[in-house]
């Protein structure tokens, strides 16, 4: 709840909702972004960025190297698998 | 040190080790007063358990684990009024799977669950306001938890609610603002803190701007840090810096995540949606001014606290207990009375040992080195 965990965002959704959909470790899964848009970082922009995501709701930008690291150390503290799993049984 | 063998980088773990024993060799801390660090954020104390960087430091450092995980701090009341919430026949009450197991007074949201109440788990508020379209008919309520970290989210969910009339979703907000906290900490009188690491998530939405009143006023080093064994043992050596160089500034290691002004769009919708209370309950340290929120009047119909009366009782923290002494450093978890015996992970009586971000739970879990040196040493 607390970590967030790195995706990547696939497709806008819905541009005035600001929900994209991102692909965290292959788990697919639709995400609020309105906290990474503004003026210079308008949605349609956002495909193909990677971001940190706490509780569907990307939150940061990221490059792709933090991505992996994050996503790393996660899987180390054992919390990459445990947030995963609640992502594929909420994502229907 | 076993632990550095998993390091990502065992090099450069090895050089920062290094470095901070250097810079402790020319400080002058005596023997029976060691530096104490607060790691405030409960991200941080797992990772310093599960890297074991505690037991990579000198003796003349203690790091002290701090109230940052949300899950934890929970007052059973609270958990008694979700209890109520959610047993309404009415009502489906949607939580974040960490919140399920924290123990109530008389039960969790799981036993709720497990006695029939209609209790399910989302990963994102948004997944709750998604069952509230699904179910017009019934009550969807969102357990509102977390500090600053996910305090945007559901205020975005609120505000996405509202635009859409979704009006059978509301919030029971325990929303909880990290500054206040750290103030009442520092002015806790058995206080003994030297520096602090500050949390990087929550810095991530409210900038590290917020804390220069922890080195202007009270003097003390603040550093924001990652969550990368290496980010921390860097943060530390940067506390220690300050410390020696006699400097007590806000100094920012985890720049490539933390703005120092925050996220604009975030703290928006947290001013918007979201007011101070003028007290919140916290378990272990009592009540603290001004550190929770609440929703504002124009939001009163996303209210769960209006919509539904609450029994809004306050319950005391069990009298075995020591987590308020241990947050603040004075005793360590294994010094707690009921430490591993009336207090495990499975069965926990105290807030500490509730989540994996808990200081107990971690000491449980990982145990370490430091722990076996101090029992040895102790007399």
Redesign the interface.
Known sequence: ????IPGRILKIDDET?KLATVDVSGVR????I?????DEHPVSSCVGDWV?I????A??R?DEA?AA??L??LT????AQ??LE??R??AA | MKYVDEFRDRDKAKILVTEIDALVATMDIPDDRPLQIMEVCGGHTHSIFRYGVEGMLPKEIELVHGPGCPVCVLPMGRVDDCVSIAERPDVIFTTFGDAMRVPGSKKSLLQAKADGADVRMVYSPMDALAIARANPEREVVFFGLGFETTMPSTALTILQAEAEGTSNFSVFCNHITIVPTIKAILDSPDLQLDGFLGPGHVSMVIGAAPYEFIADHYKKPMVVAGFEPLDILQSIWMVLKQIKEGRAEVENQYARIVPYEGNEAALGAVARVYELREHFEWRGLGSIDHSGVRLRENYAGFDAERKFAVPNVRIADPSACQCGEVLKGVIKPWQCKVFGTACTPEQPLGALMVSSEGACAAYFQYGGQKRDRQMAAAP
């Not at chain 1, 709840?1 to 967030?4: A, D, N, Y």
């Not at chain 1, 899964?29 to 609020?32: D, S, W």
């Not at chain 1, 706490?54 to 709701?57: A, Q, R, S, T």
Request: with cysteine; charged share 15%.
């Open positions: 709840m607390c970590l967030g909702r899964r639709q995400v609020n309105a906290c990474i848009v503004s940190l706490h509780v569907g709701f939150m940061s990221i933090e690291l994050t790393q150390i180390e503290l054992g919390e445990a947030e609640t992502m049984l909420t």
